[in-house]
């Protein structure tokens, strides 16, 4: 059984990006969604967390993790979060994308069991889930908003540049994985 030392540890190893969050309230937000979400999940190898089961079988691909898939997103995100920056002076929060990206997709820890999907992946789905994980956790409002408008499996549309900015480089992250299957992205 690990410790939550030994989860805290497994998280920053999983997510250097972590080191790049400025505030220290966030940074230990994000850290704590991940370690209960193992916690009540009963994970204990992070690495080994499949990145979205039902897109994996379809498409044959079993070597996608979903700690590779978030730090793709996050370091997308803060990529376009900064040429923005740059380049319009456009006032985006760096530490909003990096906080964001990095609990978007945390509650897909509940969705799966392994490669199968539980009740809350059945009757919720993790966007939903979400909000409860990253408000439990203590991150404001604006993170809830950020993993309920991240996918169009809700209805609710990103209503921040943090959010749109987040929404978009899962995209591109995830119709990478699925060019490896794929010649034609619209056969997905
Ligand atoms: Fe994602």
Redesign the pocket.
């Known amino acids: 059984m690990d410790s939550d030392d030994d989860r805290e540890r497994a998280v920053e190893a999983a997510f250097p990006e972590l080191a790049a969050i400025e505030d220290d309230a966030l940074r230990a937000g994000v850290r704590r969604a991940w370690t209960t979400a193992m916690a009540d999940t009963g994970c204990s190898d992070l690495t080994s967390v499949p990145w979205f089961p039902p897109a994996q079988r379809r498409l044959g691909i079993d070597d996608e993790f979903l700690v590779d898939?978030?730090r793709d997103?996050t370091r997308l995100a803060v990529a376009m979060a900064e040429t923005l920056h740059d380049c319009r002076t456009v006032d985006c929060d760096l530490d909003t994308v990096l906080v964001g990206a990095l609990v978007?997709?945390v509650s897909k820890l509940y969705e799966f069991d392994g490669m199968d999907e539980t009740p809350v992946g059945d009757l919720l789905g993790h966007p939903h889930y979400g909000v409860h994980v990253v408000s439990r956790a203590g991150l404001p409002v604006e993170y809830a908003h950020v993993v309920l408008s991240?996918?169009g499996r809700t209805t609710v549309d990103p209503a921040t540049l943090e959010a749109e900015i987040i929404k978009r480089a899962?995209e591109v992250?995830?119709s990478a994985i699925r060019l490896r299957a794929l010649d034609d992205l619209r056969d997905a």
């Open positions: 898939h978030v997103v978007h997709d991240h996918t899962d992250a995830a």
